[in-house]
């Protein structure tokens, strides 16, 4: 193949934002029902909607919540599975008004209502959903709102929904069977339907740091609001316990981490636990989103499971022997979301050169030969050729005081040009949000929209991250702001010092928790004294910490006790940390995405550090997106984020990328309020008394 000489940044590429924007759905939360496989689609080209797919042996795909209906639950603001397959239809959370439907597989089926509407005093979500023993109600977790302030403003409660839509006028309809902790995930009622187990915590604790695994007796089906009566099987300080599934009526399968990886346990309710196959690797992931099982109980009685260090693979693990047996597929990573019915599994699954898919697993009997794999859906039917596509390489980096930072990069890659001679690429740290989240070696059109175009990337695992066990995610503990800066910092100082990467061409970009880090890097002084980092892209990211512990949802209201300090005996630390307050001429260019509609980071975070920005003469943008909330969702806004990112990238970088409109960045006297252009519609706001530069795009 001929090819043309250009410079770094300014490569030709098949890949299109455009492309990128509208043609990636996502998939999520895969059920394995009788001989039908559901799941979630995240829809970029219908305005960002959920729409729940289900597909039988006969092959057809079929959508089963036609539009304008959203299958999105906002529990924790993070959701999860919005849905429950049935024998005759399934129940699902509404996003509109957050209430339960029940609706049939008929084409012509409406859904119908089963939990009342909200009202001015409270509006209640639900999440998180199991068939009763009875089958004629949803047991679920439901998070109730209230008017007002204060601590009471929100509350949990694991309560049960009839089937017959008697709730949808009579709130007392729903029945309460468990109150009295914070937080709760994972009802499981026990094969004879007399117990009831269930996972809680409360703040300030988050799921990964303390869980406890609870049973109760629900055999005259009354709630159990009084811990007495709530037996503790396992968990407690420093021990996160995940997805309780019933072996049989006096025993479960469990998620732990006692002993510092995410193992799976036997837990009798008589016995002390025991440790099935015990391994340096995890079995779960955090706990972000409800209705998440990472492993599945086969007809056989052996475990589908999720496991690995870094990025999960599928296994089999045999309780008896704790013989673990993995197959030869075609895919290098499994999300943790698993389902299973007989010896076939429900999962989503990737790689580097394979988009993630829906796909069904028939697994064998023991020693009986090969799995079997059916693939259902791409979240790209149509990828770009595989030379256009990076191929990744993880690789273990040393941090400060020796420590192991974990990446993955993603190299230049298009066969079609190659960069002048003596010239080395752009490179852009990501960052990933959580800060527990992880990332893996995997097709992501967004990565190869700038690889192709002749910038590198490097994605971080920094400390904290999870994939690597509770030591190395707790290496954040009272350290954000520190560990994960000196680690993206690390993985970028050694790409140029290996020669890979230009040293005056390194970005950082991160969304959400990312973003946060992508901020403090370049307002710290260890991310900035040696001139880390030219350029800085934050996704709704965290700017101001006394500002986000007071304003952000119930869920991550207290996370910063943990990582930073518990308020008010740290609030030199908050103010130290904060970007806000810290930038400084040492600071480089900075893009700011934000949703106008995010209750997790609100925009403030976003219009804080860009008024800092703006007093301090430093060039950025901000582009704020109506209709958008915390992770963009709708397709032009992918869209104008992508362009913008490359607009921007060139601008500081020094190249000039084609068929992107310009991102004017603006740099700003305080008290001076400045109107960008563009070929999109702008606003500029002016909020309390000092700039804020905002382009507004219609959601």
């Known amino acids: 193949m001929a090819t043309e000489t250009a410079s770094y940044g300014e490569w030709p590429s098949p890949i299109q934002g455009a492309d990128v924007a509208r043609n990636q759905v996502g998939l999520a939360f895969p059920v394995i029902a009788g001989s039908r496989v559901w799941w979630q689609e995240t829809r970029p080209s219908e305005g960002g909607r959920m729409a729940v797919v289900s597909q039988g042996p006969d092959g057809v795909r079929r959508d089963m919540l036609p539009l304008p209906w959203n299958a999105r639950t906002r529990v924790h603001e993070y959701g999860g599975r919005a849905y429950l397959p049935l024998a005759d239809g399934f129940v699902f959370a509404n ?130 609001s009084d811990q007495s009566q709530q037996q503790v099987i396992m968990g407690g300080k420093a021990e996160s316990v995940l997805a309780p599934v019933w072996r049989d009526d006096r025993s479960l399968y469990v998620i732990s981490d006692r002993s510092g990886w995410w193992n799976i346990y036997l837990a009798d309710l008589l016995a002390l636990p025991r440790a099935l196959g015990p391994r340096e690797e995890e079995f779960a992931a955090p706990l972000w989103q409800l209705g998440m099982y990472p492993y599945a109980v086969l007809g056989d009685g052996r475990l589908a499971v999720t496991h690995g260090t870094g990025g999960p693979r599928l296994g089999v693990l045999d309780p008896d022997t704790g013989e673990l047996t993995d197959f030869d597929l075609p895919y290098q990573v ?24 829906v796909v069904q697993v028939d697994i064998p009997a023991a020693g009986a030969g090969a799995a079997t794999l059916h693939e259902l859906r791409r979240e790209t039917e149509s990828p770009p050729e595989a030379a256009y596509l990076p191929v990744p390489r993880e690789a273990r980096l040393e941090g400060p005081s020796g420590s192991v930072v974990h990446a993955v990069v993603y190299p230049p890659t298009n066969p079609e040009v190659t960069a002048p001679d003596g010239e080395l690429p752009p490179y852009i740290v990501w960052v990933h949000g959580g800060p527990t989240s992880r990332v893996v070696p995997e097709l992501d059109l967004e990565k190869a929209f700038f690889t192709s175009r002749g910038i590198g990337i490097v994605d971080v ?89 007071a304003q952000t949802h119930d869920f991550e209201s207290r996370y910063l006790e943990g990582l930073i300090g518990p308020l008010p005996e740290s609030a030199a630390l908050y103010a130290e940390r904060s970007p806000v307050g810290h930038v400084n001429d040492a600071t480089c260019p900075v893009l700011l995405l934000q949703g106008l509609d995010d209750p997790v980071v609100p925009p403030a975070q976003s219009e804080s550090i860009a008024a800092d920005l703006a ?30 990112e490359l607009s921007f990238y060139g601008q500081v970088m020094g190249f000039t990328p084609a068929g992107v409109p310009l991102v004017p960045l603006t740099v700003a006297e305080p008290r001076t309020t400045v109107r960008l252009g563009g ?21």
């Not at 499994?334 to 050169?353: D, E, M, N, R, T």
């Not at 430093?618 to 397709?635: D, M, T």
């Not at 702008?682 to 382009?695: K, P, Q």
Request: hydrophobic fraction near 45%; proline fraction near 5%; include cysteine.
């Open 461 to 549: 695992n920094y400390g904290g991250s999870s994939g690597y066990g509770r030591e190395y995610r707790e290496r954040l503990r009272g350290q954000w702001g520190i560990v994960d800066v000196a680690d993206v910092a690390t993985a970028a100082a050694a790409l140029a010092e290996a020669g890979e990467a230009d040293r005056k061409r390194l970005g950082i970009r991160g969304g959400s928790a990312g973003g946060w880090t992508a901020l403090a890097a370049v307002t710290s002084g260890i991310g900035t004294a040696g001139g880390v980092f030219a350029a800085a892209v934050s996704y709704f990211g965290v700017s101001d910490l006394r500002g986000f512990a």
């Open 334 to 357: 499994f999300s943790s979301w698993l389902s299973a019915s007989g010896q076939a599994v429900a999962a989503i699954a990737g790689g580097p050169k394979v988009p993630l898919s």
């Open 679 to 699: 070929s999109q519609r702008a606003n500029s706001v002016a909020r309390d008394s000092r700039t804020t530069v905002m382009r507004i795009w219609p959601g």
């Open 95 to 224: 996003f509109a008004d957050q209430r339960l439907y029940r609706c049939g597989t008929a084409e012509s089926s409406e859904p119908a209502p089963l939990t009342p509407a909200a009202d001015a005093g409270a509006a209640d979500r639900f999440a998180d959903f199991v068939l009763s023993p009875g089958g004629d109600e949803v047991w679920c977790v439901r998070e109730r709102h209230r008017a007002g302030v204060g601590t009471a403003r929100v509350s949990r409660a694991i309560v049960a929904v009839p089937l017959d839509g008697s709730a949808a006028d009579d709130a007392a309809a729903v029945r309460v069977l468990v109150s009295g902790s914070d937080f709760y995930a994972f009802p499981a009622p026990s094969p004879d339907g007399t117990r009831l187990a269930w996972i809680c915590w409360d703040h300030p604790m988050m799921p990964w740091d303390c869980t406890q695994l609870r049973v109760a007796s629900i055999d005259e089906g009354g709630p159990v």
């Open 615 to 644: 007093a301090r003469g430093i060039p950025f943008a901000y582009l704020a997106f109506a209709g958008e909330s915390h992770g963009f969702r709708k397709a032009e806004t992918i869209l104008a984020c992508l362009e913008a």
